[in-house]
Nanobody, 126 residues
Framework: QVQLVESGGGLVQAGDSLSLSCAASGRTVSRYSMGWFRQAPGKEREFVAAINWSGGATYYTDSVKGRFTMSRDNAKNTVYLQMNGLLPEDTAVYYC???????????????????WGQGTQVTVSS
């Protein structure tokens, strides 16, 4: 079993930055691909970013490209999401997730993730 705990959320103004962390425990996630998803009130959970097991490849949804950066530190069993230039439409609960899928093209799909964190709230005011 893998437990994931997100942190770093908060209330910021448009244009500000936040750095989210997702710490894993119970098992090393060094061989898992990891993803960040978000869910705004009244909306479905949507893919934000993913990273392969080595950190050598990252994937982003179009709306965050150039603003968000996902990284990982396998020695610390932690993944990160650096969010710059935040917009009010980035307001959501952000979740990290771990996947054993070998198909990187599938990482935008929530269904391929085996473990999920409880989420951290990000609120961006205009």
């Amino acid at each position: 079993q893998v437990q994931l705990v997100e942190s770093g959320g908060g209330l910021v103004q448009a244009g500000d930055s936040l750095s989210l962390s997702c710490a894993a425990s119970g098992r090393t996630v060094s061989r898992y691909s990891m993803g960040w998803f978000r869910q705004a009130p009244g909306k479905e959970r949507e893919f934000v970013a993913a990273i392969n097991w080595s950190g050598g490849a990252t994937y982003y949804t179009d709306s965050v490209k150039g603003r968000f950066t996902m990284s990982r530190d396998n020695a610390k069993n932690t993944v990160y999401l650096q969010m710059n230039g935040l917009l009010p439409e980035d307001t959501a609960v952000y979740y990290c997730a771990a996947s054993t899928t070998p198909y990187y093209s599938a990482l935008a799909r929530a269904s391929v993730y085996d473990y999920w964190g409880q989420g951290t709230q990000v609120t961006v005011s205009s």
